[in-house]
């Protein structure tokens, strides 16, 4: 009875509340709408009317062997790109939810200051680190491991490296946030109750990590589906991604029906990808029942 009470005193207070949220947030949803909305709904239209209406555009692109080759690379690149910052960032964001608080300041603002550097600057370094007379393969040589220099720029390798260590915080951050916010007496429990360690990780603290996983593995992904300057510069254009595709169809041969159409796959994969997510594991849930 006290809790009815309640709930209809809080009501109209919620209700103002939410509506506060409305009005004030208004500016930034309509200036949302026409720089976003309003642009990718032009896009659209153009992929389909130009250079005449139907779905020429896309037949295209996916009947051409040229197309579908810059698709796949697209996928495979942004796939391994995925899994190889999982593997790495994982234990790194384990590092940092659970070395002392210095330790962990420390960590943080050497991936910051790497995540903040000139893009550009990224990636130049990894073009002088990985050519053939590049530091990496001097020391593999030095070492004896290798006889000759290894391909290792304008490739899907070089590709791959230098993606991996650009993406590299953006997976970390996602995790760290869910390894912070897990109860340690969860693993205790599970621990007093007889789960080995490995038992533990496997069954209690791994699915306590799905949120994290998930959320950083979908943001890599789709960043890794529209990146154009790391594949461009060391990949090659023998190795061309989507976003390079979009950028000579457009700009080098005016061809903006079929560009915009390469666009809005990668708009419509990235949907998908964040329905999927939503559908798994719904960020609002909580601040919902809360």
């Known amino acids: 009875m006290r809790s009815l009470t309640l709930s209809l005193v809080l009501r109209p207070w919620v209700r103002s509340t939410r509506a506060s949220g409305l009005v004030l947030a208004m500016p930034a949803l309509l200036l949302l709408s026409a720089l976003f909305v309003l642009p990718v709904l032009i896009l659209l239209s153009r992929s389909f009317l130009e250079p005449q209406a139907g779905f020429q555009n896309y037949a295209e692109l996916l009947g051409s062997a040229s197309y579908r080759t810059i698709l796949l690379n697209t996928f495979i690149v942004s796939t391994t790109v995925t899994l190889v910052t999982l593997a790495i960032g994982f234990p790194v964001a384990w590092l940092l939810a659970v070395v002392p608080r210095v330790w962990g300041l420390l960590i943080f603002a050497v991936i910051l200051l790497s995540m903040w550097t000139n ?6 370094a990894w073009m002088i680190l990985l050519q053939s007379t590049g530091v990496i393969n001097r020391a593999l040589m030095a070492l004896g491991l290798i006889q000759a220099p290894l391909a290792l720029t304008n490739n899907l390798i070089g590709i791959t490296i230098g993606m991996t260590y650009i993406m590299f915080p953006f997976v970390i951050l996602p995790l760290y946030a869910t390894m912070k916010a897990m109860d340690p007496d969860v693993l205790r429990a599970a621990s007093l109750c007889g789960a080995s360690r490995l038992q533990c990780f496997l069954h209690v603290f791994l699915p306590s990590c799905a949120s994290g996983i998930v959320a950083g593995c979908l943001m890599v992904f789709v ?12 990949g090659g254009p023998a190795y061309m991604m989507l976003a390079e595709l979009i950028v000579q169809l ?17 708009f419509a994969v990235t949907l998908g990808l964040y329905a999927l997510q939503i559908r798994l594991f719904d960020p609002l849930a909580g601040s919902r029942k809360g």
């Open 223 to 234: 960043m890794s589906l529209g990146y154009f300057v790391t594949p461009v510069l060391l």
């Open 119 to 124: 893009l550009l600057t990224r990636t130049f």
């Open 250 to 266: 457009i700009q080098s041969m005016l061809n903006w029906g079929l560009g915009a159409a390469a666009a809005f796959i990668l």
